[in-house]
Nanobody, 123 residues
């Protein structure tokens, strides 16, 4: 009933920038926290940044000062602006959302994930 669709990944040189977007669609009543995670080959998935519906943000130490998370509540969309990219930022980036949706009878709360978008930082 709810889908998250990511876009904006790609190949970029070290020091470059990218902007990721993730749009949630479906029978959404509300979305609490939205966030970005990443998983590099051979490593566990880790949180990159998250943002509450009120706009409070948290960042992993490794991206502080370089990445900015934002959201448009009217569009159910979250963004990740990534600057000064490094090869260590190379990973598949996943969007996550804590969604309350309406089934037609009841309201349910569930965690949803996007399909992932590849970010590669290489010269």
């Amino acid at each position: 009933q709810v889908q998250l669709v990511e876009s904006g990944g790609g190949l970029v040189q070290p020091g470059g920038s990218l902007r990721l977007s993730c749009a949630a669609s479906g029978s959404i009543s509300s979305i609490r926290t939205m966030g970005w995670y990443r998983q590099a080959p051979g490593k566990q998935r880790e949180v990159v940044a998250d943002i509450t519906s009120a706009g409070s943000t948290n960042y992993a130490d490794s991206v502080k000062g370089r990445f900015t998370i934002s959201r448009d509540n009217a569009k159910n969309t979250v963004y990740l602006q990534m600057l000064s990219l490094k090869p260590d930022d190379t990973a598949v980036y996943y969007c996550n959302a804590d969604v309350t949706y309406y089934s037609g009878i009841y309201y349910y709360r569930k965690d949803y994930w996007g399909q992932g978008t590849q970010v590669t930082v290489s010269s």
